[in-house]
């Protein structure tokens, strides 16, 4: 006898719109007719999870903000917390902040009772475009980032661009590089529009932020419902991510991520072989963006090469590449959607991009 167990796909409830904290999402969660527990960082963003807190009469939970607190400590720490506050099975997870919280309450909420709602609020322009889609939660060990955690599904994701207001520029751009990268592997129209709203775009006016957050929301979104378990297409999201965490690393981490990125996605670019007149168009939206591109002529090209070995798609010791049909479009490359190059080739790649990069800084600072 043999017998099938066929799980129903769940359907995730986003909403992205300007204001939605004060009333929307308050609807959204209470329906889930749960006890809330409220996740959040300690920093920036406290008015929002305070004022939901008390909206929903729920309890609110803290943990130190940034990278490093992204561990199995932090973890355990909210789970005793949780479990000393009396949360059981009826337990909905409220994780209002970056991507930071939202991987680490994700993780919560995955394991919690084995498993309860999670809700999550992205704060940060990054977590709204990336962090916060795709289910993927976790922590990192010391050395291997994400190395711990689970997909798990939130029942919704609440997305109120004004919260943005308060987001420093810094990480705030992090987030514009992920939406070029969009732009770039799927719909070359979010690169026109960008084009034409960049001004917008660095003043954070809610209303133009609302289009460019659903154009780029829904890119993710279409590659992860084909493939959420990352067995193909969903490697298509790491383009320019092999190079930039190269160079982040060589870096030792003093150059921002969305900025190691967006060099990447010019050097990935090159090496894909798309036209340099498009490379040069996609480094001048980075220049309006006021992207800190040279902050990767500091970086070392000898340690970036052995830094890409460590990527999480190299097989045999050698990185792998997601490359560019054409700005918008991938290639295949047999359904791996990503392949290897010559030592030769990614040399030759990293100094096209530091001559583009020392190029547009001589015109800028002569
Ligand atoms: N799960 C995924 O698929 C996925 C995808 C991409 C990134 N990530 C993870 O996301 C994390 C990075 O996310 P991030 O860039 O949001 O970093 P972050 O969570 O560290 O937030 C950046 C900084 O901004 C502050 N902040 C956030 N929103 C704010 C606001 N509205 N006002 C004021 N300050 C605010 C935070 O306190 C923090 O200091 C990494 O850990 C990364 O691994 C996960
Ligand atoms: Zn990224």
Redesign the pocket.
Known sequence: MKLTLQPQPIQVEILIRRGLLHEEAIEVIRRLGKRVAVIT?D???ATHAKSLCQALQADLFTFS???EY?TRETKAKLEDQLLKAGFGRDTVIVAV???????VAGFVAATYCRGVPLVLVP??L??MV??C??G??GVNMPKS??FIGAIYQPHAILIDPE??E???LE?YR?GLSEMIKHGMIWDAAILDWIEDHWEKLLQKDPGTLEKAISDSCQVKLTVVERDEKEEGLRRILNFGHTVGHGIESSLNYSIS?GTAVAVGCLVEGYLSKIPEADLQRVLQLYQKLEIPLKLFLESSEEAILDLMKNDKKAVGGKARFVTLARLGSVEEHDGNYCRTFDKKELQHALRWCREAVYSIERIEHP
């Open positions: 960082h920093n920036g963003v903000s940034g990278e992204k902040g970056g991507g930071v919280v939202t991987d704060t940060s990054l977590a990336d962090a889609l795709g993927k939660t980032k994400n919260v943005l308060t987001q420093p990480s992090d991520h």
